[in-house]
């Protein structure tokens, strides 16, 4: 079994920064790509960041240039730093990684979410 714990959420003032951090622990032999989704109250859950294990990163839209993700490998950890919080920023942020946690096994996994809100 694997688990992700995610740190570092709570609330700031519009235009502020926020640094998300998630550990990933457990029978991990290996961790492909890692990502933060997130959700807001009546939408649907979705991508704000994804990094492969050799460091490419994607990010949505409404994001670039303010949000930037990376990873520590050798401590299977990612981050979400975000610069210039914005109210519409608010939101459950999940981290996400796929994880080869058997010789012929790759599989999802969820953290339990942390909170973000942006307000004044």
């Known amino acids: 079994q694997v688990q992700l714990v995610e740190s570092g959420g709570g609330l700031v003032q519009p235009g502020g920064s926020l640094r998300l951090s998630c550990a990933a622990s457990?029978?991990?032999?290996?961790?492909?790509?890692m990502g933060w989704y997130r959700q807001a109250p009546g939408k649907q859950r979705e991508l704000v960041a994804a990094?492969?294990?050799?460091?490419?990163?994607n990010y949505a839209d409404s994001v670039k240039g303010r949000f930037t993700i990376s990873r520590d490998n050798a401590k299977n950890t990612v981050y979400l730093q975000m610069n210039s919080l914005k109210p519409e920023d608010t939101a459950v942020y999940y981290c996400n990684a796929l994880v080869r946690d058997g010789v012929y096994r790759v599989m999802g996994y969820w953290g339990q979410g942390t909170q973000v809100t942006v307000s004044s």
């Open positions: 990094i492969t294990s050799g460091g490419s990163a």
């Open positions: 457990g029978s991990i032999l290996s961790i492909n790509a």
